[in-house]
């Protein structure tokens, strides 16, 4: 699911926009587009998860044949021409870009569900999120490599290595890895059935369905205040944060290392590893005093921790120490963390409560309409970073002489974006009231 969410944007800048050296803003429509196509059918697939019906359960058919259109369009999507021109490479890129994120819509929204339905213990929902998150991290701690995996010599041409790679992971990482819950886990719909028919003696009838609309669930999942502030912390978090942060690839490439693409991979994949090690020490202890604490507090203290952390980007990008970078691990580690163990955790307490009020179960399309949110912010992040880039001056073709007032930019809005947006997430926190 790591590598459904973020496979594309960490193949497709080094390689659609560093390498074929595509206009940064075009690309972003590039990818940001067919994830809000994707994000328009979200709801109406949460929807049709939860009120289908098969002798395999709700969830897992959707989950096995979506892992294996979601592989196939990821690994064709790295398949373009070189002589095409840019255009024609833009819009291939879109096509297959735009297959594979309506596939693995298929794909998470009812394997989250499933993550959700495994327990209705808040406690245990904590350690479960605190559990997936140890192989987010993991994921996070080799993607970044993927890319300088492409590069290596035994690849005849970077064409080569990247259609290699590309292939490797739709296929194992995304298809094979993906399908597993749909062999494995149990949904227990028998068990599903007494807690929803408890007044009948009868175990043979269905998991009560939603007979509501798709409309009509919608609005009154979204006429949840406690949801709404959920989504809107995720809206700056997974936008505004995620944008800001977006910049060090870029500062990494052209401010530490002068242009050079290799070593600035290399030691952006040094970054990401040093993130995902953070990460996973961080989850272990996230999970633990969001136990002991609440969850609403423990988020409030890694918020503070990021405003830190945002301050102190300024001083560790520096030219003269390049792995000095590394340190940004430390502090904005845990925030990450932090945004896949408790409110995804949050949400399926929400869940509960929702279906206590109206007897139905609907974790579709609260799953839903969050991967729409943070689709919808990821795409964002995607469109501003793009066309930042083109405002501030950047351009590709220059490598290694972009203008002092661009590279300052950047690091202006890597400092003070992660800063304002957690301090706005900490103002939110103060109205959030779920007591779970």
């Known amino acids: 699911m790591f590598f459904a969410n973020q496979g594309i944007g960490i193949l497709a800048i080094p390689f659609y926009q560093m390498t074929l050296a595509i206009d940064p803003f075009l690309l972003s429509l590039a990818m940001t587009l067919p994830v809000l196509i994707a994000s ?15 002798r395999y359960g709700r969830r897992r058919p959707f989950i096995f044949i979506a892992a294996w259109l979601s592989a196939v369009s990821f690994g064709l999507i790295w398949m373009v021409p070189q002589g095409w021109s840019q255009t024609a490479q833009l819009s291939y890129f879109f096509v297959f870009s735009a297959l594979f994120n309506i596939f693995s819509t298929f794909l998470i929204v009812p394997t989250t569900c499933l993550s959700y339905e495994i327990t209705s213990n808040p406690k245990q929902r904590t350690q479960i999120m605190g559990l997936t998150t140890y192989f987010l991290r993991f994921a996070s701690l080799i993607y970044h490599w993927i890319f300088p995996l492409s590069q290596l010599a035994i690849f005849s041409s970077i064409f080569v290595g990247i259609q290699f790679v590309g292939w490797g992971v739709g296929l194992f990482l995304i298809g094979l890895l993906g399908m597993l ?35 009509t669930s919608v609005k009154a999942a979204l006429s ?15 936008c505004g944060a995620a944008f800001a942060a977006s910049f060090d690839y870029y500062l990494i490439v052209y401010y530490l290392y002068d242009g050079d693409l290799t070593q600035g991979s290399i030691l952006k994949g040094g970054l990401s590893s040093a993130h995902a090690l953070f990460g996973i ?51 904005c580690a845990p925030i990450w963390s932090a945004m896949t163990i408790i409110i995804p955790a949050m949400l399926a307490d929400l869940t509960d409560i929702d279906h206590q009020k109206t007897g139905l179960k609907r974790e579709g399309i609260f799953v839903a309409l969050y991967n729409w949110v943070n689709n919808f912010s990821g795409a964002g992040a995607l469109m501003l970073a793009g066309l930042s880039l083109n405002l501030i001056g950047f351009n ?15 690091r202006l809005i890597l400092v003070f974006g992660t800063v304002i947006c957690a301090l706005v997430c900490l103002i939110l926190l103060r109205f959030l009231k779920i007591e779970r």
């Open 281 to 331: 020490v961080s989850a272990a202890v996230i999970s633990y005093l969001a136990q002991k604490y609440g969850k609403k507090r423990v988020l409030n203290w890694v918020f503070m921790v990021t405003v830190l952390g945002g301050f102190a980007k300024w001083f560790i990008f520096n030219p003269n120490w390049p792995w000095l970078v590394l340190l940004d691990a430390v502090l």
């Open 181 to 215: 819950p749909a062999l494995f886990i149990n949904e227990n719909i028998k068990e599903k059935i007494k807690e929803s028919t408890a007044e009948s003696s009868q175990q043979s009838f269905p998991l009560q369905q939603n007979k509501t609309s798709l409309t």
């Open 224 to 238: 949840y205040k406690p949801l709404l502030i959920l989504f809107l912390i995720c809206v700056m978090q997974v």
């Open 396 to 410: 590709a073709q220059f490598a290694e002489q972009q203008t002092e007032q661009s590279l300052l930019m950047m």
């Open 40 to 54: 328009f059918i979200g709801p109406w697939v949460g929807h049709l998860s939860d009120n289908f019906q098969s």
